[in-house]
């Protein structure tokens, strides 16, 4: 075993919104490192093929796989309550990365429907919420929650208010977290992904998916899911202790914050 293998060894981690896209990125990335891995999702099939993605790697990774609605609290509880039971009754790492963002309309602000409104932040910002508060029992000290937010919150985007809202909510959020919980030595960072080349980033743009932005960079090329994936690891390793309240913008310097 590698060093880097070792690095979850005996830990768990609970990914949300792992049905695909980042979501499974960072599972499988978790999984590299020998981390006991929980996947979730409102998509049980979707969640359950990731789940055997990473089966097919033949690492022996163990593995956890549930729906999940990060909008209802006793769904949110329910889940804890049995990844904390795989996890031999702590969850170590919670990554909050289920969201509203592929099936989001782009309206203008006066043409946005109050429902969706409701329904991005109940997803994007209250969803972070109470899977960390349904989690927080089973964090121990050394626990780390990663909360992904968008380098669109620097930028604004037009026609997009309702999205760049709950993503500026969740780095407020973080923020919050990260005081509450380092009482308990519980480290609370977000990350901020720019644009990246996901199956919902590529509905969403088509054909100028992969040069969207990139003349914008310091890094001429599109951002790929696993670019995204060693911030969260980072963030949830021994480098990272003792980093807490912060957000990593991991957009090939478009932003520079």
Request: proline share 4%.
């Amino acid at each position: 075993m590698t060093i880097r293998e070792a690095e979850g060894a005996d830990r768990t981690v609970l990914v949300t919104g792992a049905a695909g896209g980042l979501g499974r990125a960072f599972a499988l990335g978790f999984a590299a490192r020998g981390y006991r891995v929980a996947v979730a999702d409102r998509d049980l099939p979707g969640v359950e093929e990731t789940a055997a993605v990473i089966a097919d790697l033949g690492t022996g990774t163990e593995l956890w796989a549930g729906a999940l609605d990060v909008t209802d609290a006793r769904s949110a509880d329910a889940v804890a309550a049995e990844v904390a039971t795989f996890g031999r009754g702590r969850i170590d790492v919670l990554v909050n990365n289920a969201a509203m963002y592929g099936n989001v309309t782009r309206s203008p602000l006066e043409q946005i429907d109050p429902d969706e409104w409701d329904a991005v932040m109940a997803v994007n910002l209250k969803g972070p919420w109470l899977m960390t508060k349904a989690c927080s029992d089973y964090l121990p000290p050394g626990g780390r929650v990663v909360n992904l937010s968008s380098a669109t919150v620097y930028s604004g985007s037009e026609n997009w208010a309702h999205y760049v809202a709950s993503k500026g909510g969740v780095i407020a959020l973080t923020r919050v977290m990260a005081k509450e919980l380092g009482r308990r030595e519980i480290t609370v960072n977000a990350i901020a992904p720019g644009f990246t080349l996901t199956d919902a980033s590529l509905d969403i743009m088509g054909d100028q998916a992969a040069s969207y932005g990139v003349d914008r960079g310091a890094l001429r090329r599109s951002s790929q899911p696993d670019d995204i994936v060693g911030a969260a690891l980072f963030l949830s390793g021994p480098d990272a202790q003792y980093i807490s309240g912060q957000t990593l913008v991991v957009d090939g310097g478009r932003q520079f914050i």
